[in-house]
Every structure is written in structure tokens, then in C-alpha cells.
């Protein structure tokens, strides 16, 4: 046993300091990056924001909507083949903005190896909640193997040493958070976890000297979320709550909202796995969102925010953010102050 007395830090626990700025216009801050793959060796240009790959939000109207701003979505692992066949065949210019997404499990495998048959998948997602395991280690290298030229972003983990280990196997962007995520109960059920904000600073530095990439993956709840994890390094921000119950997301809707649930919760377990098994604690839990109409609205926020931010510390573009970033501790008392307490 030991014990890391350095102390660790969330996105409630800082603000960015303002600096001064030469932008005429926020309308005048680039989004748009692009970024070269150190395994794939291709480039990809986008917005770097993610739709998260949850049976809620990873879904074909989430991917349509998103890819008109020029962002991403990872479709969430339990669509039909044949309906992600069609949607891969039929809508090649959305499908393009889009990661496939498979776990680790023989008949994920399966599915994926029937679906490459038809078609030729750009991007891959390989997703499961513990990225810690030799055997997900195995898993990357080998489908590294077979796919020289696919985009790979792979996890999760939270530390810079498996950030590098999983970019050393194969993986292009690594995603970061062990606990985050709104709907994630990891860390009450386990107590294993990292606090998000100094997850992806180290992460990054990481992943950056080896030339690769690093998606923020969990804990984002505002706009301000979404800037930090850029300025803290992040090169992807993948969003799943911020998205939920939008016009775009499949799932329940009740009279008081829109059922979002994690996807280790008992809920999510039930709809996919047959349920909780008997050797298994659920990680996750179901909360009700207000609806929240179409998820144009809630992309305008984001990209205004971070324009604004861009605009405050004199970054010209998003790529600039995280070299104009300085963050500024705040006390905990204070978050209520701020609207981020929690």
C-alpha cells in the first residue's frame, strides 16, 4: 500500500485565468482541427467533440445531427448488424464522421469480423470500462495487426503510464476516465478512480511525447467542463450526459424526461446482457433529464463557449487553447459560488 500525498484535481476544482487577446471576433476562433494518426498515418480533420457510445446517445440521429457541425459520434455496440450495415452503405458522408464501436467480448468479435466483410471501417472504438488488462493490451495489438490503416482510439484508463502502454500497442487516441461519467457509480461501488481534470493533463503529456492522442471521456456537465478538458490537453472530448435528452438520443421517455442511464448500470444490464450477473456489482445508475429539444442547441452552446474561452485567454484557435490555458485553484467552498459545485 502507499499513498500519493500530491494533490489531484476535477474540473469544479479550477477556473481559467483570462489573458489578454487580439481576437477581433469570436466568430473568427477555428474549431476545426486536424490531426495526424501515429499508427493509421492518416489525417483527421473535424471538431474534436465525440458523441459517447452509449445506447442512448451513439445513435444514427446523433451521427446525422453532429456530423453537419463537422463533430463525431462513437455508435453505441448493440445496433443490428444489418441495420449498421445499411446506415454504413446508405449514408457513406455521415457514416464517415462516425467510430464503430466493439467490446471484448467472442460475440462482439464476431459481429465485427461479419461486418467488415461488407464494408471497410475507417475508425474503430475499442471500449471497456477497465482498460487495464493484459488481455485488452492483447486485444489492441492484434487489431492493430489486421488493421494497419484503421483509426484506433481505445480504453479506458486514467493514467500516463497505460495511456502510453495502450498508444505503444497500436492504439492512435487513448480515452481517459475511470469514473466520471454522471451515470457512472465506479467509484462509490469500487473506490477506484482519478479525478478527471489531472487524468487527462498527465494523460496527455503521455500520449503526446509518443505522438499520440488522447480523448477526454466522462465528467463533462457545462460548456466550462468542455473548455477545461481542452485546456488541460485533451485532443478529443467524448459527451454523453451534456447530450442526453436531446431530440437525437433512443430510449425512454417518461412524463418527467428522458431515462439516461450508464452502461454498467442494472438497467443497461438487463436491456443487453440478460441482466446483472451474480459475480458482477452494477457501476452505473439511471437518472431523468429534462427534455432538451434538438442537440443543434446544445453543440451551439458548446462551440460558443469555447469560442468565448478561445476569445478570453488569447487563443486564436482551438488548437491554441491549451498553450493559452493557465488554471487557477479554487477553493471547494467556492464552487457553489461558481455553479460547479458537487
Known amino acids: 500500500m502507499r499513498i500519493e500525498t500530491d494533490v489531484k484535481l476535477d474540473f469544479c476544482d479550477v477556473l481559467i485565468r483570462p489573458k489578454r487577446s487580439e481576437a477581433a471576433s469570436r ?199 468542455v473548455v477545461k478538458a481542452f485546456g488541460a490537453g485533451a485532443d478529443f472530448v467524448m459527451l454523453g450526459g451534456v447530450l442526453a435528452a436531446t431530440d437525437e438520443c433512443e430510449g425512454q421517455w417518461t412524463e418527467d424526461g428522458f431515462e439516461f442511464f450508464g452502461m454498467s448500470s442494472v438497467e443497461a444490464q438487463n436491456q443487453f446482457n440478460g441482466g446483472v450477473k451474480d459475480y458482477v456489482a452494477a457501476e452505473g445508475k439511471k437518472v431523468t433529464i429534462p427534455k432538451k429539444g434538438s442537440v443543434n442547441l446544445v453543440l451551439q452552446d458548446i462551440m460558443g463557449g469555447i469560442r468565448s474561452a478561445c476569445a478570453y485567454v488569447g487563443a486564436a484557435s482551438l488548437k491554441d487553447l491549451s498553450k493559452c490555458t493557465t488554471f487557477v485553484q479554487v477553493a471547494r467552498t467556492h464552487n457553489t459560488i461558481y455553479g460547479v459545485g458537487g
Open 27 to 225: 466568430k473568427a476562433i477555428e474549431l476545426i482541427r486536424t490531426f495526424r494518426m501515429p499508427h493509421a498515418a492518416c489525417d483527421l480533420t473535424c471538431v474534436p467533440i465525440i458523441a459517447a457510445n452509449m445506447s442512448t446517445t451513439g445513435t444514427f440521429a446523433m451521427a446525422r445531427a453532429l456530423q453537419r457541425c463537422r463533430m463525431m459520434t462513437s455508435l453505441h455496440k448493440h445496433y443490428k448488424l444489418s441495420d449498421l450495415t445499411d446506415f454504413f452503405v446508405e449514408e457513406r458522408n455521415k457514416a464517415a464522421s462516425c467510430f464503430y464501436t466493439l467490446g471484448i467480448k467472442d460475440e462482439d468479435e464476431a459481429k465485427f469480423k461479419e461486418i467488415t466483410r461488407h464494408i471497410t471501417l475507417d475508425k474503430i472504438c475499442l471500449d471497456v470500462a477497465n482498460g487495464y488488462s493484459k488481455y485488452f493490451v492483447d486485444k489492441v495489438k492484434r487489431l492493430r495487426e489486421f488493421y494497419p490503416n484503421t483509426i484506433i482510439m481505445a480504453g479506458n484508463v486514467c493514467t500516463g503510464d497505460m495511456t502510453q502502454e495502450l498508444i505503444l500497442a497500436g492504439a492512435d487516441v487513448v480515452k481517459i476516465g475511470i469514473g466520471p461519467g454522471s451515470v457512472c457509480t465506479t467509484r462509490l461501488k469500487t473506490g477506484v478512480g482519478y479525478p478527471q481534470l489531472s487524468a487527462i493533463i498527465d494523460c496527455a503529456d503521455a500520449a503526446h511525447g509518443l505522438n499520440g492522442l488522447i480523448c477526454a471521456d466522462g465528467g463533462c456537465s457545462t460548456p466550462g467542463d
